[in-house]
T-cell receptor, first 115, second 111 residues
Framework: AQSVTQPDIHITVSEGASLELRCNYS??????LFWYVQSPGQGLQLLLK??????LVQGIKGFEAEFKRSQSSFNLRKPSVHWSDAAEYFC?????????????FGSGTRLLVRP | KAGVTQTPRYLIKTRGQQVTLSCSPI?????VSWYQQTPGQGLQFLFE???????NKGNFPGRFSGRQFSNSRSEMNVSTLELGDSALYLC??????????FGPGTRLTVT
């Protein structure tokens, strides 16, 4: 069955430090991969997506992610974290079935930023 | 374009009651999906509608239902509410099959 694993429940980084959030997926075919961010009490905002092609994708707010097929990973990175990046981050894989489509989410990683 | 809107934003209901949540997709989007978010289970897919037809349903009891109107607006209904139905209910709309845009959610509290 398709699944998404985010092994880190919480991560704390200092403002200005680099960030990497891990995501591993299990999916038979080449997946559609996404990272979303959720601020407290808010919905999900799409940060970036990977469908095919270049394995390094750029997103909004200075985030990027790299698709590594051999490792079934799609890790999110940011070179310098800002205090406003504190939020929960969700990795997701898109699954098509029977002409329908849904997202399967990981359990999320909560990012805390130290001043 | 305006984003996905959900009403109401907050709702408090009593066990046994029913509730209806509303979602207005981004203009031009014909697919609407619903997700339930809880601390214990995370984000789980409820159902997806396209052109007024339910195309897919997640693993939820029949108390959870939905519909979509000709203008693509969607509603979901939960009957006979249980304490465990307390959650953030998120609606997402999409134009293409792949990219979903989420609304701010409806926070449902069942007491």
């Amino acid at each position: 069955a398709q699944s998404v694993t985010q092994p880190d429940i919480h991560i704390t980084v200092s403002e200005g430090a680099s960030l990497e959030l891990r995501c591993n997926y299990s999916y038979g075919a080449t997946p559609y991969l996404f990272w979303y961010v959720q601020s407290p009490g808010q919905g999900l905002q799409l940060l970036l997506k990977y469908f095919s092609g270049d394995t390094l994708v750029q997103g909004i707010k200075g985030f990027e992610a790299e698709f590594k097929r051999s490792q079934s990973s799609f890790n999110l990175r940011k070179p310098s974290v800002h205090w406003s990046d504190a939020a929960e981050y969700f990795c997701a894989v898109g699954r098509s079935m029977d002409s329908s489509y849904k997202l399967i989410f990981g359990s999320g990683t909560r990012l805390l930023v130290r001043p | 374009k305006a984003g996905v809107t959900q009403t109401p934003r907050y709702l408090i209901k009593t066990r046994g009651q029913q509730v209806t949540l509303s979602c207005s997709p981004i203009s031009g989007h014909r697919s609407v999906s619903w997700y339930q978010q809880t601390p214990g289970q995370g984000l789980q897919f409820l159902f997806e509608y396209f052109s007024e037809t339910q195309r897919n349903k997640g693993n939820f009891p029949g108390r959870f239902s939905g519909r979509q109107f000709s203008n693509s607006r969607s509603e979901m209904n939960v009957s006979t509410l249980e304490l465990g139905d307390s959650a953030l209910y998120l609606c997402a709309s999409s134009f293409t099959e792949t990219e979903q845009y989420f609304g701010p959610g409806t926070r449902l509290t069942v007491t």
